[in-house]
């Protein structure tokens, strides 16, 4: 069955700190990956997406994630955490390019300042 | 311009009542899609509509479940007989099809269901 996986349940880091957070998926085909944030009390953003092209791609806010074809991943990075990015990181997968959205389980980021 | 919208914001039933969750999708957004998170968890597809083909329930997890979607606008769902582990908030998102692909996906605030 297809799957997202998530590494980190929750993770930890002091302000100004480098993150880097991981995400794999099963599926052998062409896909569209995206990394989600929900900062407390407010609903889904889109941080970054990757359709085509250039496997780094830069998102809002710093962040930018690398799709690595060979080993199934997309990991979201950023070299310096601010207390604003205490949130929580959804890895999301669209198989086929189309249709429903595959989800990891999240990633809380704690940050302290 | 508007973002996708969701009602209620919020919803306590009691076990065995029916319940309807209704989204508004961006418009001009072709495809609407649902989907649950459960306390701790990652989101889990329901069941996506795109214009007028027929809409992938795959995600639906029993019988109790049904959506629709009023031509390319509105959608409710629909939970019949309600269970405590239908507690959950619903998520609704809309996104643009290109070139037969659908496009990113925008997400409403969701619908809190809280069963007693």
């Known amino acids: 069955a297809q799957s997202v996986s998530q590494h980190n349940h929750h993770v930890i880091l002091s302000e100004a700190a480098s993150l880097e957070l991981g995400c794999n998926y099963s599926?052998?085909?062409?896909?569209?990956l995206f990394w989600y944030v929900q900062y407390p009390g407010q609903h889904l953003q889109l941080l970054l997406k990757?359709?085509?092209?250039?496997?780094l791609v830069k998102g809002i806010k710093g962040f930018e994630a690398e799709f690595i074809k060979s080993k199934f991943s997309f990991n979201l990075r950023k070299p310096s955490v601010q207390w604003s990015d205490t949130a929580e990181y959804f890895c999301?997968?669209?198989?086929?390019?189309?249709?429903?959205?595959?989800f990891g389980q999240g990633t809380e980021l704690s940050v302290k300042p | 311009g508007a973002g996708v919208s969701q009602s209620p914001s919020n919803k306590v039933t009691e076990k065995g009542k029916d319940v309807e969750l209704r989204c508004d999708p961006i418009?001009?957004?072709?495809?609407l899609y649902w989907y649950r998170q459960r306390l701790g968890q990652g989101l889990e597809f329901l069941i996506y509509?795109?214009?007028?083909?027929?809409?992938?329930k795959s995600g639906l997890p029993s019988d109790r479940f049904s959506a629709e979607r009023t031509g390319e606008s509105v959608s409710t769902l629909t939970i019949q007989r309600t269970q405590q582990e239908d507690s959950a908030v619903y998520l609704c998102?809309?996104?643009?099809?290109?070139?037969?692909?659908?496009?990113?996906?925008?997400f409403g605030p969701g619908t809190r269901l809280t069963v007693l």
């Open positions: 509509f795109q214009g007028n083909s027929a809409p992938d």
């Open positions: 990757y359709f085509s092209g250039d496997p």
């Open positions: 999301a997968v669209n198989p086929n390019q189309g249709g429903k959205l595959i």
């Open positions: 998102a809309s996104s643009l099809v290109r070139g037969g692909r659908t496009d990113t996906q925008y």
């Open positions: 599926y052998g085909g062409t896909v569209n």
């Open positions: 418009s001009g957004h072709t495809a």
